[in-house]
């Protein structure tokens, strides 16, 4: 698994769990508003220093009594083909494990619920449907998407749908996710961060008033039983 970062600690990543959290490299996407091109761009990838297998796990027997959980994210994880055998040695510790995830890769995340490998999922809903490609900056397979959807909403297990209010989206485009995924149990909005994104033309771009993210909140509030803006 190619591991490109750790931070050891975190008390917000992984809901009610300390946990620590893994920035796994590449990604299938290129989001213009993106800022995690370390992750993302392959000639900054190259350059990204990496974290040993051996050293992550070393860590993981170290921390064993202190961390309870472990969040995988990235760029995106489910496109490295070793994701299963590592997270399968993860769970082997005992660590619970919340995946990040596009929702591109349906099979390899049924794969990881049936084999009870994940505990928890983050699936990012990156824009309304007419927008995917636009704000994702990739052909995409809405199909997929909807797949993961129906897979997460069918399992048992524990998930949130999350969008980042990036400049490309605007208090219609949330609407209509909102029509799209709900009725769903949670659903939370986090607002874009110009800092280093792949696209350098958004570094300029201010992110929207908190207040137009709480007057989206409010208005689809009633699809989900929790809703909110981080
Ligand atoms: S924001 Fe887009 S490009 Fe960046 S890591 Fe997530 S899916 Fe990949």
Redesign the pocket.
């Known amino acids: 698994m190619q591991i490109g970062g750790l931070q050891k600690l975190t008390l917000i990543d992984y809901p009610g769990k300390l946990a620590c959290t893994v920035f796994c490299l590449g990604?299938?996407?290129?989001?213009p508003?993106?800022?995690?091109?370390e992750?993302?761009l392959p000639a900054e990838i190259k350059k990204q220093p990496r974290i040993l297998e051996k050293d992550f796990f070393s860590f993981l027997k170290e921390r064993k009594d202190l961390l309870e959980g472990i969040v995988l994210?990235?760029?995106?994880p489910t496109i490295d083909k070793k994701l299963p055998s590592f997270v399968k040695k993860i769970k082997k510790l005992g660590y619970s494990v919340k995946l990040d995830t596009?929702g591109?890769k349906p099979k390899i995340l049924k794969g990881l619920i049936e084999k009870k490998l994940i505990d928890y999922v983050a699936i990012?809903i990156?824009a309304s449907k007419e927008k995917y490609e636009k704000v994702?900056?990739k052909k995409v397979s809405l199909r997929n998407i909807e797949q993961s959807i129906k897979i997460l909403k069918e399992s048992k297990i524990d998930f949130e749908f999350r969008t980042?209010i990036n400049p490309l989206l605007k208090k219609e485009d949330i609407l209509k996710i909102a029509q799209w995924i709900g009725p769903a149990q949670k659903y939370y909005l986090q607002n874009f961060r110009p800092e280093k994104t792949?696209d350098p033309k958004f570094e300029k771009k201010k992110p929207y008033p908190n207040k137009y993210l709480l007057e989206i909140q409010k208005a689809i509030a009633p699809f989900f039983d929790v809703c909110q803006v981080r």
């Open positions: 990604c299938n996407y290129r989001c508003w993106c800022y995690s091109r992750l993302v994210c990235g760029g995106e596009n591109s990012d990156k994702t900056g980042t792949i």
